[in-house]
Structures are given as C-alpha cells and as structure tokens.
C-alpha cells in the first residue's frame, strides 16, 4: 500500500493566490513526521515544512503552513500569495518511528501564471 | 544551516563505463546517508540507505553488484554505478540527516546519461 498519496499531478495557480497541495499517509507507527520538500526544475530537493504527528498546533513557515488533520491522515501544504518561483514540484513525504527513511508521494507540479 | 555536496552534476559517458557520484555532508557527520533515482517528472525512489563503517542496506530490486555504495567516513558516500549502460540513465540524488526528526538535506543531484 501507499504510504503518501499525493492525488494531484498538476495545478495551476494565478499569482499572488493561495494554493493548497493535498497529501494523505498511511502508517500505524503513532509516531511519524511528515515533511513538504520544493524541487524546482533545476533538481535540487529544498526542505519546505515538518509536522510531528505529536505537534500540536499547525506547523508554518513564512508563506507555507501545514494543515495537519491526525484523525483524515491528512497533511495538506498551503503556499499563501503565490510567486513565479513558487513553480516546481512539491513533494509530500514521512518518516516512521525511529527509523531515517523518508517515504515520498509521487509529487504535485505547480505552476504559477502571471 | 548542514549542507550536503554532491558531485559530479552531471556526466556523460560512454556505455560500460563506471561513474563515482560522491556525497559529502560539510559540517555535520552523518553516520546514514541515502541515495535515491528519480526519472523525470517522477518521485524520488530510495536505492539505499549507506551506513558508516557498515554495509549499505539496499531496497528491494536494487542491484547490490550494479550500484556500489562506500561510505569510509562520517562525511563522505559515494555511489558508483558499474559497468553503465544507457538504461542507467538518470538523475541520483543523496541525502544525509543530522538528527532524527530533523528534515533530511539533499545535494544538488547527478544527471548522469549514457550513450
């Protein structure tokens, strides 16, 4: 079964709109992080955003935050006033217990229109 | 903040030719580093995770004699692909973690093509 289900393979968004990026998970490990990371199209994996299953607010950081729903296994990332750069892929993963290894959707690709 | 380089970029060889793709965490150790394939427009797919001083624990279907995996040091892993041939084209991609529960860092990647 899949541990990260990201149901949407492209989006479009106007700029300076907010977009919201879905991701659900599986797992039975009461403990687990869930991680939003960018990578445009140059490649690199830039770290977005981290939710610890045991947080208890919204994870945010600057115009990302993570609208973390435990009971729906749902870890939905919103981009508030899109920029041109906010274009590429975002990728929604999770780590299980004490173990490293990030299980990683198959990614949602943005684009901003002007 | 812990930055992980990777290197070469990018390569471009000749079929059955190996490629050393080193991974390098420079200010932080790292005793588990990963590697990952990624074909475009797809997700990330874990090869291995490299284990200091150890052996590296491969995914299932990853060919252990096909990508060979050394990390000697608490900042270096390098991944050599044997005997390359065009289907080994792709982009790989390290990462390295500092603490448990800390995000994990990439390096820029490796697109590597084979003729």
């Known amino acids: 079964a899949q541990k990260i289900t990201q149901t949407q393979p492209g989006m479009f968004v106007q700029e300076k709109e907010a977009v919201t990026l879905d991701c659900t998970y599986d797992?039975?490990?009461?403990?687990?992080?869930l991680f939003w990371y960018k990578q445009p199209s140059s490649g690199e994996m830039i770290f977005l955003i981290y939710q610890g299953s045991y947080d208890q607010q919204n994870a945010t950081e600057g115009r990302y935050s993570l609208n973390f729903q435990k009971a729906r296994k749902s870890a939905n990332l919103v981009i508030s006033a899109s920029q041109l750069g906010d274009s590429a892929m975002y990728f929604c993963a999770m780590r299980e217990g004490n173990d490293y290894k990030l299980s990683f959707g198959a990614g949602t690709t943005v684009t901003v229109r002007a | 903040g812990a930055v992980v380089s990777q290197h070469p970029s990018r390569v471009i060889c000749k079929s059955g030719t190996s490629v050393k793709i080193e991974c390098r965490s420079l200010?932080?150790?790292?005793?588990?580093m990963f590697w990952y394939r990624q074909f475009p427009k797809q997700s990330l797919m874990l090869m291995a995770t490299?284990?200091?001083?150890?052996?590296?624990?491969?995914e299932q279907g990853v060919e252990k004699d096909k990508f060979l995996i050394n990390h000697a040091s608490l900042t270096l892993s390098t991944l050599t692909v044997t005997s390359a041939h065009p289907e080994d084209s792709s982009f790989y991609i390290c990462s390295a973690n500092t603490k448990p529960g800390q995000p994990q860092h990439f390096g820029d990647g490796t697109r590597l093509s084979i003729l």
């Open positions: 490299s284990n200091e001083g150890s052996k590296a624990t491969y």
């Open positions: 797992t039975s490990d009461p403990s687990y992080g």
């Open positions: 200010d932080f150790q790292a005793t588990t």
